[in-house]
């Protein structure tokens, strides 16, 4: 026969049960909270809007991230990506998995020179880029397969096209000529 606990010890037990459920829920709420935490140091700039400047202009204000990038959540060709603007960088650079997935025309682009050296490249052309609002169309872009993860490197090909105002920890960017 199996042993049943004595009635008095069933609250006892079940009250054990519950404070250990509490503990994990807790649990989970922390570490939820932390990685919402790590997220917003790491890119403080999740829900980038465009917002009108002077004279009306519409402009996007990026703050900068712990490490000093800024890093701002945006679109290539509607679907959501994340950006690291790179002014360093010629053009738009995204890694061959993201350009798969995004199902992007690829051409052969040469031999590309990148801080890790020269890398076998593909060249595309992105029919949309848009950060916060400021869209640009026909982004010439380049795909690198070597590059890790899913961070596109937003380059020259999309920022020259707007007016780059960096101000202690934040930049700004309008459409040029305004």
């Known amino acids: 026969m199996s042993e049943q606990p004595p009635p008095e010890d069933l609250p006892s037990r079940l009250g054990k049960v519950m404070l250990l459920g509490a503990w994990a829920v807790g649990l989970i709420i922390v570490v939820m909270l932390f990685q919402d935490f790590i997220e917003g140091a790491r ?3 999740r829900t980038p ?8 202009v519409p402009q996007v204000v990026l ?5 000093g990038h800024y890093v701002a959540a945006g679109a290539i060709n509607g679907h959501p990506v994340v950006f690291l603007l790179d002014t360093g ?6 890694p061959l998995d993201l350009a798969r997935r995004l199902k992007l025309t690829l051409q052969p682009g040469g031999i590309g020179r990148t801080a890790n050296g020269d890398v076998e490249t593909w060249s595309t052309r992105l029919g949309s880029v848009s950060l916060g609002g400021l869209t640009a169309e026909r982004v010439p872009a380049t795909v690198l397969p070597g590059m890790e993860g899913d961070e596109v490197l937003l380059g020259m090909s999309y920022l020259k096209r707007f007016e780059l105002i960096q101000r202690g920890d934040t930049l700004t960017l309008r459409p040029q000529g305004h």
């Open 89 to 94: 960088a010629t053009q738009v650079a995204l």
């Open 49 to 56: 809007q465009a917002q009108a400047g002077p004279n009306g």
């Open 43 to 45: 890119n403080p700039n």
């Open 63 to 67: 703050q900068r991230n712990r490490a």
